[in-house]
Structure formats: C-alpha cells, structure tokens
C-alpha cells in the first residue's frame, strides 16, 4: 500500500465508516474491480481518441452506495495523469438541476480543477482549491514562471501581453475577452477588474457597466450556455491542456418534475451527448452518473431517442459502448467485498497505529462481506453498508481484540 500519513489514513476512516461515500482524495487505496475498466478508458480515450481531439460520453449506472462517486474518482485521477482539467459536479434540485444547462455550466466552471501532484491521489499533495477564480491564478503563475526562467528580465511583461493577445479559435468573444482580461488584471495587479471578470465567467450575473468596460457582452442563460461550454473547451486546449473531463453525479434520484422540466433534461442531455460528436467540440469526455435508468422510462419520441443513444453498453472488448453498468463488473460480490476489506483494514491500521491478528481480522471481514451483501435490497447499496460496517467491526475488533457478533453490528435483517 501507498505509504500515507496517520492522518490522512485517519480522515479516509471517518469518510468511510461515517457517511459510506469515498474520500474525496485515497479511493484508490481500497480500489478492487475497476482496475480493467480504468485502464480501458485511460488506454482507449484519456491517452488515445479523447486527447488525439475526439470526444465521448458514457453513462454510469450504479445504486446509491454502489460506487459511482468512488468510479468517476478513478476516472478523475486518470484524467488528470494525462493532464486533463477535470469538473466533478454534483447535479442537486435546487442548484444545479440538469432541466438548465446555465446552471449546469455555472457548476462546471465552479469546480474545475487543473491536474495536480500525483494524480490528486491523496490530500496534502499540493492541490488547489476549485473553480475559475483558483483556475485563472494557476494559469497566470505557470506562465508568469515560463517566461521568467527565460531570462527576459524587462521584457517579461510584454511577453506576457503578446502571449495572452495570441489565443485565438475561441467561439464566445465574449468569453475570450474575459479570460485574456483576467489574466491582464493579474498582471497589473487590478484586483478589482480580476473580481469583476471571474464574477461573470462564474456565472454569477451580468453587469453591463462592470463587464461591459471588459468587452464582456453576453450573458449566460440557457441559449448561451452551450457556446460557454465550447469556448471553455476550446481555452484549456490552448493554454495546455490535454482537454476537459466533466463528471456529473446525479447525486439524488431525479426529483419529480413537471412535464415540461422532464422534457426538457431528456433534451438536454441527447443534446450533450450528440455533441460529443461534433467537430468543434474536442477533446472533451463526459461522465453522466445516474442511480438507475428510470428516467428513461416514457412513450414520447424524446424518450426513445435517449434510449437509443444510451443502449450499447461499455465493456472490456467493447469500449465504444455507451453504458456502464457497475454491477455488471463486479461478478463475485462477497469475494469483492472481502478484497475491499483487507485493502481498507490496512488504511485503518495506519490510522490508528494499530496491528490486527490476521486470523481475527479475516473473520471479521467475511462476517460484514456477507452480511451487507444479504441487505443489498434495503436503501443502501450493499457497497457503501459495507465501508459502515466494516469501520464499526474494526473499532470493536481493536477494543475487545475479538471479532463482533452480527447483533453487535447490526448486520441482522
């Protein structure tokens, strides 16, 4: 195992054994299964046809606790090994519901991050804060530092100026305009017209005297959002990026809308993926991860268009396939289970500086391994239930020194 700091071993054990969700930075230190698929669209498309100018959308399917958040991590830090910006986004009701797309994109742009050390892999490895405002001060450090160990002395500046002026194939003036004026403030140490810009570029509303001055003359609502998007691609490209990854986690169940919201997030989303195969639209990889496929469920030809567009399905020999079934990859879940457990227990015993008897620890891994995976019917995936109860087992097991019962843990139906 990676060697890891208490600390950060011992917030990966809260994550887990509180909420079941991953951490946020370590999934992969418990990672079992995925390894095949991974390496797939890292070969097939992070390396190959996304970052050769193509793109590509692929649908997630997987209960809640059945490890979507932990999947589109993996795929996270590949992205960002193959120096992808990636946007991880949580689709909510209230903020970011997929029936607006301007909403969507003010997600998007509020959570992209640039590849950081070690493929984000664990906290304290140097990763910045997300979105635009974060994004912009990056791109200007790295630059400002490119050109001064050039020796330009003087002349850094200018430098500057004509490299930022030289950007081009940007489909929003308005948006162009911004980011170069962005990184004009920066330069010229203009806080107030850097605040102004990101406001905008945030999504965050427009002020014609604020923004006007900047050159800035569109808004964001939902006829623009899709240009916004585009011309976001389009400026990672140039500064040096490979592209863009964007993951979009139905992280609740599609609240009931009315027809016409309904309608319109079927539409937005064959508009999104009918995009990925359009020229202008490159380098860009979308992730759609969903719960089930329920909301596909419906008569009208809107329905049956999505369904077509999402019916082939992601494997190992097939990865041109749309879906992605989680639980189709997982063929033995006890045995699944059971190699998340010994993975786990050892972030564990880094957390708490503790050695477990191996013969007990075993015991109590196939213990919860089965019992959560005879619950896998309730509300929680069987998965997350698990990363609970294993958390659980591990504390009784340090404190008593001897395996818990099923009452103990409460792994009874």
Same mark, same amino acid.
């Given at each position: 195992?990676?060697?890891?700091?208490?600390?950060?071993?011992?917030?990966?054990?809260?994550?887990?054994?509180? %909420?079941?969700?991953?951490?946020?930075?370590?999934?992969?230190?418990?990672?079992?299964? !995925?390894?095949?698929?991974?390496?797939?669209?890292?070969?097939? @498309?992070?390396?190959?046809?996304?970052?050769?100018?193509? %793109?590509?959308?692929?649908?997630?399917v997987g209960v809640y606790g059945g490890g979507k958040t932990h999947f589109l991590y993996g795929v996270r830090d590949l992205a960002w090994k193959n120096n992808f910006v990636v946007s991880y986004v949580d689709l909510r009701g209230g903020e970011s519901p997929f029936h607006r797309l301007e909403l969507v994109y003010r997600a998007i742009v509020r959570r992209i991050m640039p590849p950081i050390p070690q493929g984000g892999s664990l906290p304290g490895s140097g990763e910045q804060e997300p979105g635009i405002v974060s994004?912009? *001060?990056?791109? @200007?450090?790295?630059?400002?530092?490119?050109?001064?160990?050039?020796?330009?002395?003087?002349?850094?500046?200018?430098?500057?100026?004509? @490299?930022?002026?030289?950007?081009?194939?940007?489909?929003?003036?308005?948006?162009?305009?911004?980011? =170069?004026?962005?990184?004009?403030?920066?330069?010229?140490?203009? +806080?107030?017209?850097?605040?102004?810009?990101?406001?905008?570029?945030?999504?965050?509303?427009?002020?014609?005297?604020?923004?006007?001055?900047?050159? /800035?003359?569109?808004?964001?609502?939902?006829?623009?959002?899709?240009?916004?998007?585009?011309? !976001?691609?389009?400026? /990672?490209?140039?500064?040096?990026? %490979?592209?863009?990854? /964007?993951?979009?986690?139905?992280?609740?169940?599609?609240?009931?809308?009315?027809?016409?919201?309904?309608?319109?997030?079927?539409?937005?989303? *064959?508009?999104? /993926?009918?995009?990925?195969?359009?020229?202008?639209?490159?380098?860009?990889?979308? !992730?759609?991860?969903?719960?089930?496929?329920?909301?596909?469920?419906?008569?009208?030809?809107?329905?049956?268009?999505?369904?077509?567009?999402?019916?082939?399905?992601?494997?190992?020999?097939?990865?041109?396939?749309? =879906?992605?079934?989680?639980?189709?990859?997982?063929?033995?879940?006890?045995?699944?289970?059971?190699?998340?457990?010994?993975?786990?227990?050892?972030?564990?015993?880094?957390?708490?500086?503790?050695?477990? +008897?191996?013969?007990?620890?075993?015991?109590?891994?196939?213990?919860?391994?089965?019992?959560?995976?005879?619950?896998?019917?309730?509300?929680?995936?069987?998965?997350?239930?698990?990363?609970?109860?294993?958390?659980?087992? !591990?504390?009784?097991?340090?404190?008593?020194?001897?395996?818990?019962?099923?009452?103990?843990?409460?792994?009874?139906?």
């Amino acid at each position: 195992m990676t060697e890891i700091a208490p600390e950060v071993a011992r917030g990966i054990i809260e994550r887990v054994g509180g %909420s079941g969700q991953p951490p946020e930075y370590g999934s992969h230190l418990f990672t079992v299964g !995925l390894e095949p698929y991974l390496t797939v669209i890292e070969r097939e @498309y992070l390396s190959g046809f996304v970052r050769q100018g193509g %793109s590509a959308f692929k649908m997630v399917v997987g209960v809640y606790g059945g490890g979507k958040t932990h999947f589109l991590y993996g795929v996270r830090d590949l992205a960002w090994k193959n120096n992808f910006v990636v946007s991880y986004v949580d689709l909510r009701g209230g903020e970011s519901p997929f029936h607006r797309l301007e909403l969507v994109y003010r997600a998007i742009v509020r959570r992209i991050m640039p590849p950081i050390p070690q493929g984000g892999s664990l906290p304290g490895s140097g990763e910045q804060e997300p979105g635009i405002v974060s994004f912009l *001060r990056t791109w @200007y450090v790295r630059k400002f530092q490119e050109f001064q160990n050039m020796g330009l002395g003087d002349e850094v500046r200018q430098e500057m100026v004509n @490299y930022v002026d030289d950007i081009a194939g940007i489909e929003s003036i308005s948006f162009s305009r911004a980011v =170069k004026a962005a990184f004009k403030a920066s330069l010229d140490r203009r +806080e107030d017209d850097f605040t102004d810009i990101c406001q905008w570029l945030s999504g965050e509303g427009y002020d014609r005297r604020a923004h006007g001055r900047h050159g /800035i003359l569109q808004r964001l609502d939902r006829t623009t959002a899709f240009t916004l998007l585009r011309s !976001l691609v389009q400026w /990672i490209r140039q500064i040096g990026y %490979s592209g863009l990854v /964007i993951a979009l986690d139905e992280a609740e169940r599609i609240p009931s809308l009315a027809a016409r919201q309904r309608e319109q997030h079927l539409s937005n989303l *064959r508009e999104i /993926i009918d995009e990925c195969g359009h020229a202008n639209f490159q380098r860009v990889m979308i !992730l759609y991860a969903v719960p089930d496929e329920a909301f596909l469920e419906g008569r009208t030809q809107t329905y049956e268009a999505l369904r077509q567009r999402v019916s082939t399905v992601f494997e190992v020999p097939n990865p041109s396939g749309v =879906k992605m079934d989680l639980e189709k990859m997982i063929p033995n879940p006890v045995e699944f289970l059971r190699e998340v457990g010994g993975k786990l227990a050892k972030v564990y015993s880094c957390a708490y500086s503790h050695s477990f +008897e191996e013969a007990k620890l075993r015991e109590t891994i196939s213990l919860i391994a089965s019992g959560a995976h005879e619950l896998r019917f309730g509300d929680t995936g069987y998965k997350r239930l698990f990363m609970q109860k294993l958390v659980r087992g !591990l504390d009784i097991l340090r404190g008593t020194g001897s395996p818990p019962s099923p009452e103990q843990l409460q792994l009874t139906s």
